[in-house]
């Protein structure tokens, strides 16, 4: 009798160890889920940030500084991109983008950086802040590929007419006059995104974006209406050399 009662204890036991292992391998695989949606859905919000920043390693920065590997990155770290005064003197203080700093970043930019250039206001979301920390965080080659296959060729890109002329320089500066009013030549940013030395295919794709709503900006819509592809080419030339 005691032998049965002692078999039927392991029986019972190896049965517990068994639901337990069961267990832990449904939660593993459940966070495992749960990460990836979050990756898919972070991947999928990160588009809009595309319109000023690069993540692929293979390129270089854009509008704003390459975002591949940001986590733990110190802040202001990107060789050859050109912060502003405000994202260095954080920099200099020891900010580092943790995944905490990084989402007070993504919440309110100017409560981090109280004198950054992005135009960016902030994100309410507190899950899609998590998504595109979570998407920032596991980003691997592989996802660049996919998201090229599924852009489409480069032709159909915004702006692609513009972007394949030589702009004129000389008609840039004439043109600028109107820009100058708000954004200034000498690279300053008080509360106002600079503009010097911008790619020309950035500079070229973000007023094609304010011409055709894709972002919503009242003034810049005004001023881009009346612009065509020469003038926004030869605009994009004059800045883009403007500091260097």
Not at 188 to 196: F, K, T, Y
Request: net charge negative; with cysteine.
């Amino acid at each position: 009798m005691h032998a049965f009662r002692s078999i039927g204890g392991f029986a019972l036991m190896g049965r517990t160890a068994a639901l337990a292992v069961f267990a832990v391998l449904f939660v593993c695989a459940d966070v495992r889920a749960s990460d990836e949606e979050a990756h898919v859905r972070g991947r999928e919000l990160f588009s809009k940030c595309e319109r000023c920043h690069e993540l692929n390693p293979e390129r270089g920065n854009r509008i704003g500084p390459n975002l591949f590997n940001v986590i733990g990155r110190p802040a202001a770290s990107v060789e050859g991109f050109g912060y502003s005064q405000g994202m260095r003197d954080v920099a200099s203080g020891g900010l580092v983008w943790t995944r905490e700093n990084l989402d007070r970043f993504l919440t309110d930019p100017r409560s981090v950086v109280r004198r950054t250039s992005m135009s960016f206001r902030g994100l309410d979301d507190d899950g899609e802040r998590a998504d595109i920390i979570a998407f920032l965080s596991t980003v691997k080659p592989d996802d660049f590929a996919a998201r090229s296959d599924a852009d489409g060729p480069a032709g159909a890109e915004i702006g692609a007419a513009a972007m394949s002329m030589q702009g004129d320089t000389a008609y840039g500066e004439y043109l600028s006059t109107e820009c100058v009013t708000c954004h200034q030549t000498s690279g300053a940013d008080e509360g106002i995104p600079a503009i010097v030395g911008w790619p020309e295919e950035d500079f070229i794709r973000a007023l094609f974006e304010y011409k055709s709503n894709v972002r919503n900006h009242p003034v810049m819509k005004l001023i881009t209406s009346n612009l065509g592809d020469e003038e926004i080419a030869s605009l994009a030339a004059y800045f883009s050399q403007l500091g260097q």
